[in-house]
């Protein structure tokens, strides 16, 4: 079952990364994210599109090979946790995102819990 939702979150990552990457301007836009100036579409670029492809590889990797299942669990519940905490500080301080980024932090919150729940499943 694992292995399933790694190559489930494989598929995600890759949609997202590479629609992140060839058209970041129209990916923000549809988020209801306004960037700016080349450095912004830049990092569009590298962080939403090259870092989830890279994410994709790692799930992809955990996937596929069971040495590589309880790392990229534990990469997930870093990274996914990162965004919840920052969410939560976002929100504390007063920042309240729209209908639909509460869809991604629904998403980012599930994937962090689903993937301690998974690691706690996986054997050593």
Same mark, same amino acid.
């Given at each position: 079952?694992?292995?399933?939702? *790694?190559?489930?979150?494989?598929?995600?990552? !890759? @949609? =997202?990364?590479?629609?992140?990457?060839?058209?970041?301007?129209?990916?923000?836009?549809? !988020?209801?994210?306004?960037?700016?100036?080349?450095?912004?579409? =830049?990092?569009?670029?590298?962080? =939403?599109?090259?870092?989830? *492809?890279?994410?994709?590889?790692?799930? +992809? @990797?955990?996937?596929? /090979? +069971?040495?590589?299942?309880?790392? $990229?669990?534990?990469?997930?519940? +870093?990274?996914?946790?990162?965004?919840?905490?920052?969410? %939560?500080?976002?929100?504390?301080?007063?920042? *309240?995102?729209?209908?639909?980024?509460?869809?991604?932090? @629904? =998403?980012? %919150?599930?994937?962090?819990?689903?993937?301690?729940?998974? !690691?706690?499943?996986? $054997? /050593?």
């Amino acid at each position: 079952m694992t292995r399933i939702y *790694l190559a489930a979150m494989a598929l995600m990552f !890759l @949609a =997202f990364g590479a629609w992140s990457l060839l058209d970041p301007l129209g990916m923000t836009a549809g !988020l209801g994210v306004d960037v700016g100036g080349a450095n912004g579409t =830049f990092e569009m670029r590298g962080i =939403f599109g090259g870092v989830s *492809l890279g994410a994709a590889g790692l799930c +992809a @990797a955990g996937a596929a /090979r +069971a040495e590589m299942t309880r790392p $990229t669990l534990w990469f997930l519940i +870093a990274y996914m946790g990162g965004y919840c905490i920052g969410r %939560a500080a976002s929100v504390v301080i007063g920042d *309240l995102p729209t209908l639909g980024t509460w869809r991604f932090v @629904a =998403f980012e %919150a599930a994937t962090f819990v689903i993937s301690i729940i998974a !690691l706690r499943q996986t $054997t /050593r």
